[in-house]
Structures are given as structure tokens and as C-alpha cells.
């Protein structure tokens, strides 16, 4: 065999070995680096609803959604539009301690059990869906409710674990 072919397959090798080492670093950095994927058992892939978390003020609440249909120092009730509406809880401090939107037929942009859980849930027989999951480290647990029918109304609620 001749030098300069010798040579060739050598570089080859090499170019195909800097691939997949580069592939290889690409997959594994996150996790080197300790940053979590959002599969994250230990957090909810759902952390908020339309800019509202658990834990901020009333106030910062009023002025992400608008003003609500029913206003209170324990819970606003959010009209949104005639397919959502949302009921936000606070504690003594006036913080969030739950979220619940609710959504009817028609209504835009719905969770689905995929976006907040990762997978696909199996309907009961009447065609209904539930899943609730907790998240100890995370303080929280996040719950999905559909109901059975051609007019269901889906329900997702994250609230503070105390």
C-alpha cells in the first residue's frame, strides 16, 4: 500500500472519530454541566399558566390576567374568555398557592396531558381522563381532569404542597 493512501484512510479514521466524539460531547454536556432536562422527575413540566407561578403576589396576578370576574383576598376568579376561565388561590400572605384553568369546547391552547405530564393518558371507558402527580421536591402537585362527553370540561390545577 502507498503512503499517500495509507495516509488518506488515516485521516478518514481521524474525521470520523472527531465526528462522533463532537455527537457524543453534544448529548452529554447538559447533563455535565448539571443542568437538568425537562424531563425532570423531581418538577412539573407545567410551572405556570399564562405567565402566573405559585408563589407570586396577588397583585403581579391582576396584572398578567386582567381584572378578575370575582375578586377576593382567598381566590380571584378569572373569566377569560367563554371557553377559559381560571380561579387562582392565595395564602395568608396574599401569594399563590393554586392555579386551576379551566377549559370548555372551543378553548385555545389547552394542556394536554402530554405537554404537563410527558405521555399520553389512557381514557377510562366513559372517555374520561385523570392523572395527579406530586412533586415533593418541588413543593407542588399537578393534577389533569377531563370529563366525559362531546362537551368535556378540562380542568388542570397546580398547587403548593404544605
Do not use: H
Amino acid at each position: 500500500m502507498s503512503y499517500s493512501l495509507i495516509k488518506r484512510r488515516s485521516r478518514s479514521r481521524n474525521l470520523l472519530f472527531l465526528c462522533a466524539a463532537l455527537c457524543v460531547t453534544v448529548l452529554v454536556m447538559p447533563s455535565a454541566l448539571g443542568q437538568k432536562r425537562p424531563e425532570d422527575p423531581d418538577k412539573p413540566l407545567f410551572q405556570e399558566y399564562r405567565g402566573v407561578q405559585l408563589g407570586m403576589a396577588a397583585d403581579e396576578v391582576r396584572k398578567k390576567l386582567g381584572n378578575p370576574t370575582d375578586k377576593g383576598d382567598e381566590q380571584d376568579f378569572f373569566m377569560l374568555n367563554d371557553a377559559e376561565s381560571a380561579q387562582i388561590f392565595y395564602d395568608k400572605t396574599k401569594k399563590v398557592m393554586a392555579i386551576s384553568a379551566n377549559f370548555l369546547r372551543g378553548a385555545e391552547n389547552v394542556p394536554t396531558p402530554k405537554v404537563l405530564f410527558g405521555e399520553e393518558l389512557t381514557a377510562k371507558p366513559d372517555g374520561s381522563l385523570y392523572k395527579m402527580t406530586r412533586y415533593p421536591k418541588a413543593g407542588c402537585w399537578l393534577s389533569y381532569s377531563k370529563t366525559a362527553g362531546d362537551s368535556p370540561l378540562i380542568s388542570v390545577t397546580l398547587q403548593k404542597i404544605d
